[in-house]
C-alpha cells in the first residue's frame, strides 16, 4: 500500500507562473519530509525537506509546505522555469527509517 | 567527491538468466539503500542495510530477488532468475545514519530489461 501519494502524474505551468505539487501521505509517524528532483536518466536529488516541527520552509524560488492535521504537503515553485522540468518525488519517513517515496508528479515548464 | 556509483547503466538479459547489480555507496555512509522503480509503483524500497546488516527486507518481490552488502564499499542485488516483469530502474542510494535530514544521495540507476 502506498502510504505516500501524488495523484497528479503531471502538470504543465508557463514559465514564470507557480508550479505547486501536491502529496498526501497516510502514516502520522512520519515526521520528515522530502522532496526529490529527477531529470530522465539520472537519479534522484534531494531538492528541500521539512521536519514535523514546521510548517513551511523556504529556499530559494522552491517552499515546501507541510499541513499535518491534513496529512498534506505541497511544494510551490515560484517563477518556474524550463529547467525546473523534471519528474518530482514527494518522500516521507519516521525518523530512523528508509524513505517512503509517492509515484512522482511530472511538471513540465513551458516557455 | 565521488557519488554513489552503480553498475550497470544498462542491462538487457533474457527470461531465466541471473542478473547482478552493483553499488559502491559514497565513503563514510554507513546505510544503503536500493530503490526500483517502474511507471505503475514509482519508487519502491527493496531493502536496506546498516552498517552492512540487512534491516528491512519486506520490499525483496519474492526468493528470486537477493541482496548482500559484504562490506562497507559494496553492494549487490541478484535476480535469479529474471523475468520480463523485473524490468526496471534499480537505484541504490545511501546515507549517513548520524544525518538527520534523511536526505539520501541516489546513483544513476541501472536500467533492467528482461525480454
Known amino acids: 500500500d502506498q502510504q505516500v501519494k501524488q495523484n497528479s502524474p503531471s502538470l504543465s505551468v508557463q514559465e514564470g507562473r507557480i508550479s505547486i505539487l501536491n502529496c498526501d501521505y497516510t502514516n502520522s509517524m512520519f515526521d520528515y519530509f522530502l522532496w526529490y528532483k529527477k531529470y530522465p536518466a539520472e537519479g534522484p536529488t534531494f531538492l528541500i525537506s521539512i521536519s514535523s516541527i514546521k510548517d513551511k520552509n523556504e529556499d530559494g524560488r522552491f517552499t515546501v509546505f507541510l499541513n499535518k492535521s491534513a496529512k498534506h504537503l505541497s511544494l510551490h515553485i515560484v517563477p518556474s522555469q524550463p529547467g525546473d522540468s523534471a519528474v518530482y518525488f514527494c518522500a516521507s519517513a519516521n525518523s530512523g527509517y528508509a524513505l517512503n517515496f509517492g509515484k512522482g508528479t511530472s511538471l513540465l515548464v513551458t516557455p | 567527491d565521488a557519488g554513489v556509483i552503480q553498475s550497470p547503466r544498462h542491462e538487457v538479459t533474457e527470461m531465466g538468466q541471473e542478473v547482478t547489480l552493483r553499488c559502491k555507496p559514497i565513503s563514510g555512509h554507513n546505510s544503503l539503500f536500493w530503490y526500483r522503480q517502474t511507471m505503475m509503483r514509482g519508487l519502491e524500497l527493496l531493502i536496506y542495510?546498516?552498517?552492512?546488516?540487512?534491516?528491512?527486507d519486506s520490499g525483496m518481490p519474492e526468493d528470486r530477488f537477493s541482496a548482500k552488502m559484504p562490506n562497507a564499499s559494496f553492494s549487490t542485488l541478484k535476480i535469479q532468475p529474471s523475468e520480463p516483469r523485473d524490468s526496471a530502474v534499480y537505484f541504490c542510494a545511501s546515507i549517513s545514519s548520524e544525518a538527520n535530514t534523511g536526505e539520501l544521495f541516489f546513483g544513476e540507476g541501472s536500467r533492467l530489461t528482461v525480454l
Open positions: 542495510f546498516n552498517n552492512n546488516v540487512p534491516i528491512d
